[in-house]
């Protein structure tokens, strides 16, 4: 683990964090009354689902690349086309304006599926990380838990505030960054890695 580790994580934290921000957003404006407890148990469960599903999708991989070891050099090409089909995706809805869907209510049941919807992504990122040991994937899946928390704290503090006028910005900026951290992987893993 070192510094680029670190700041990749942020920005995968970031950029997963988009649409539970934009769904925030939606959640902001929907309780505008929303009190503080409120508030931490909507961001934790967005928090949650962003931890538990990149390690649920590194479990799967690793546990192939360990079997496989010729699996392993196609890594970085299935984080490549992973990111940028979901940032591609992001970007597509943002740009076509469906990003900041009207949640259906924000009881437990619309809560917990607003968690699901907004971190499938995460899975997939899950797999780009198999080449992480253990402890980086633990590490990882706690800064993007981490960061998705203080986001969605944000967005839903915003979302009382100023309604869901940032919720395609949002978007389209995950998008990018979903892209751009494919990329990296990719440069990283065929060309310098």
Same mark, same amino acid.
């Not at 009190?35 to 599903?53: D, H, P, S, Y």
């Not at 090409?77 to 209510?105: D, F, H, K, N, Q």
């Not at 960061?147 to 505030?161: A, E, S």
């Given at each position: 683990?070192?510094?680029?580790?670190?700041?990749?994580?942020?920005?995968?934290?970031?950029?997963?964090?988009?649409?539970?921000?934009?769904?925030?957003?939606?959640?902001?404006?929907?309780?505008?009354?929303?009190?503080?407890?409120?508030?931490?148990?909507?961001?934790?469960?967005?928090?949650?689902?962003?931890?538990?599903?990149?390690?649920?999708?590194?479990?799967?991989?690793?546990?192939?690349?360990?079997?496989?070891?010729?699996?392993?050099?196609?890594?970085?090409?299935?984080?490549?086309?992973?990111?940028?089909?979901?940032?591609?995706?992001?970007?597509?809805?943002?740009?076509?304006?469906?990003? $900041?869907?009207?949640? *259906?209510?924000? +009881?437990?049941?619309? =809560?917990? @599926?607003? &968690?699901?919807?907004?971190? !499938?992504?995460?899975?997939?990122?899950?797999?780009?990380?198999?080449?992480?040991?253990?402890?980086?994937?633990?590490?990882?899946?706690?800064?993007?838990?981490?960061?998705?928390?203080?986001?969605?704290?944000?967005?839903?503090?915003?979302?009382?505030?100023?309604?869901?006028?940032? $919720?395609?910005?949002? *978007?389209?900026? +995950?998008?990018?960054? =979903?892209? @751009?951290? &494919?990329?990296?992987?990719? !440069?990283?893993?065929?060309?310098?890695?």
């Amino acid at each position: 683990m070192n510094v680029v580790f670190f700041f990749n994580s942020i920005l995968l934290g970031v950029g997963l964090a988009m649409d539970a921000f934009s769904v925030s957003l939606a959640n902001g404006l929907n309780e505008p009354r929303m009190k503080r407890a409120r508030e931490c148990v909507i961001a934790g469960t967005f928090a949650l689902f962003q931890f538990l599903m990149p390690l649920l999708g590194w479990l799967c991989v690793h546990t192939l690349v360990e079997r496989f070891a010729a699996f392993e050099r196609f890594v970085p090409w299935i984080a490549l086309v992973l990111l940028l089909y979901i940032g591609g995706s992001m970007l597509r809805e943002a740009l076509r304006g469906g990003a $900041a869907e009207e949640p *259906s209510g924000v +009881g437990v049941g619309a =809560l917990l @599926l607003q &968690g699901v919807a907004t971190s !499938i992504d995460a899975l997939s990122v899950g797999f780009t990380i198999a080449s992480y040991g253990l402890t980086e994937a633990l590490v990882c899946a706690l800064i993007i838990a981490v960061v998705t928390f203080g986001v969605c704290m944000g967005g839903l503090r915003i979302g009382r505030v100023m309604g869901t006028r940032l $919720a395609g910005k949002a *978007s389209i900026l +995950g998008g990018v960054i =979903l892209i @751009l951290i &494919g990329l990296e992987i990719f !440069i990283k893993g065929v060309w310098i890695g």
